[in-house]
């Protein structure tokens, strides 16, 4: 696949027919799919605006809006084929990197909740964890008749009622799917260990884990530690909490477990609190789908891959390459 970033308006006007069908498929996505103007998207490409007007007329007369839209991620299947040869992926989609100011979360999650509706089973078991990504993702599953499905949070609830919470994601992901939801009903973070153990201990948040290892696939998110930290912005972890974990080595966290560099759970006086799923018990899932994207997430992105908490990695352009590379 050619690149078009970075290179000359020469190099993209005169490309051979599989970067023309590059181009249009990127240019598709960013004006139709990302709401992007014409000149924004000529400025980006390094092409003239009226070359972006006449693709996008051409894109609508002969159809190919409609098919690349609804899979837009071909665009970088190069990247794909790189993310499962480098790691050993069962399957990696990459979704083209969002403009400036644009939340990658959105589209990673519509890729996600494409992927939950192709993937999960009649009657099958799904397990999610928290964050925008994941309520984008609901926002994306094609919609099921009730066939016996089973919708499983993985982690504790927060407070407060926002687009985040975990209790909100997983009535909204069981909703679409017409399922039933088992909610671990306990907060994200215990007040003290001895609470953490006692509340795992109990019905019913013993029986909603006990399910944890025989689900057929888990969505998964990842919450990095940098100043981009969502965890932050919404007030989940302190900052002091934040600098105390990245001094004991973690990188972020995959559904409560703080991982280091190298995939490795880390010691650390939070982790004692997280009422959460055994890393074993995540293992056992048939499939696990990591949902996560951002420059900023190429780290716990790498340290969930080493983990074996990835085997399916859905991200977006900007990171693949960082990964690659």
């Not at 696949?1 to 290179?7: E, K, R, T, V, Y």
């Not at 590059?22 to 992007?36: M, P």
């Not at 809006?65 to 480098?86: F, S, W, Y």
């Not at 650390?268 to 990591?290: C, G, W």
């Amino acid at each position: 696949m050619s690149q078009n970033n970075g290179g000359s308006t020469a190099d993209i006007e005169s490309g051979d027919a599989s970067a023309d069908a590059a181009l249009i498929a990127r240019i598709c996505w960013y004006y139709f799919k990302e709401g992007q103007t014409q000149d924004a998207i000529a400025q980006r490409l390094k092409i003239t605006r009226k070359r972006v007007n006449r693709i996008l007329g051409d894109a609508r007369e002969n159809g190919f809006v409609q098919i690349t839209i609804t899979d837009p991620v071909g665009v970088c299947v190069a990247l794909e084929a790189g993310l499962v040869e480098r790691f050993g992926l069962r399957r990696a989609i990459v979704v083209p990197a969002p403009m400036a100011e644009t939340d990658v979360r959105v589209f990673l999650g519509a890729a996600a909740g494409r992927y939950v509706s192709e993937a999960l089973p009649p009657a099958g078991s799904l397990g999610i964890t928290w964050g925008g990504t994941i309520n984008a993702a609901a926002q994306n599953v094609k919609r099921r008749a009730r066939d016996g499905s089973r919708v499983v949070l993985l982690c504790g609830g927060l407070a407060q009622g926002t687009h985040v919470n975990p209790f909100d994601n997983a009535a909204m992901m069981a909703r679409a799917l017409d399922a039933t939801c088992y909610y671990v009903t306990a907060p994200m973070f215990a007040e003290t260990p001895a609470l953490r153990d006692a509340l795992v201990a109990s019905e019913p948040v013993r029986s909603v884990l006990a399910m944890v290892p025989k689900l057929d696939l888990a969505l998964l998110s990842a919450i990095d530690l940098s100043e981009q930290s969502k965890a932050l912005e919404y007030g989940v972890i302190s900052r002091e909490t934040c600098r105390s974990l990245l001094d004991a080595g973690a990188v972020g966290d995959i559904c409560g477990h703080y991982l280091n560099a190298d995939g490795q759970v880390i010691e650390h006086p939070l982790t004692a609190r997280v009422v959460n799923p055994a890393l074993k018990d995540l293992l056992a899932i048939k499939e696990r789908v990591l949902a996560a994207g951002g420059l900023q997430k190429t780290a716990i992105i790498r340290a969930a891959i080493r983990a074996g908490l990835c085997d399916v990695l859905i991200t977006d352009e900007s990171a693949a390459r960082e990964l690659i590379a």
